[in-house]
């Protein structure tokens, strides 16, 4: 079993920056890919930024060159650092970690005020 605890959601006015942390626990033995999903209130949940174990990134258009995805492997921990934020990125945050299964953090709100 593996268990993703995430922290850094908040409430920024736009323009401001966030940072997002998720650590993984439990019975890990290769983390393929984490990264980070959100979900907006009558939306689908989307893909934000994966990250594999040898760094390769991976980026929604909607977020190139305002967040940036990075990765401590001997943490078994991922960050999200989000800059120049908008309120169309208002969302709940997931992490995610790409294992023999998949597994999901119990996600954490951003607010971006306009």
């Known amino acids: 079993q593996v268990q993703l605890v995430e922290s850094g959601g908040g409430l920024v006015q736009a323009g401001g920056s966030l940072r997002l942390s998720c650590a993984a626990s439990g019975s890990i033995f290769i983390i393929n890919a984490m990264g980070w999903y959100r979900q907006a209130p009558g939306k689908q949940r989307e893909l934000v930024a994966l990250i594999t174990s040898s760094g390769s990134t991976n980026y929604a258009d909607s977020v190139k060159g305002r967040f940036t995805i990075s990765r401590d492997n001997a943490k078994n921990t991922v960050y999200l650092q989000m800059n120049s934020l908008k309120p169309e990125d208002t969302a709940v945050y997931y992490c995610?970690?790409?294992?023999?299964?998949?597994?999901w953090g119990q996600g954490t709100q951003v607010t971006v005020s306009s």
């Open positions: 995610t970690a790409h294992l023999s299964s998949n597994y």
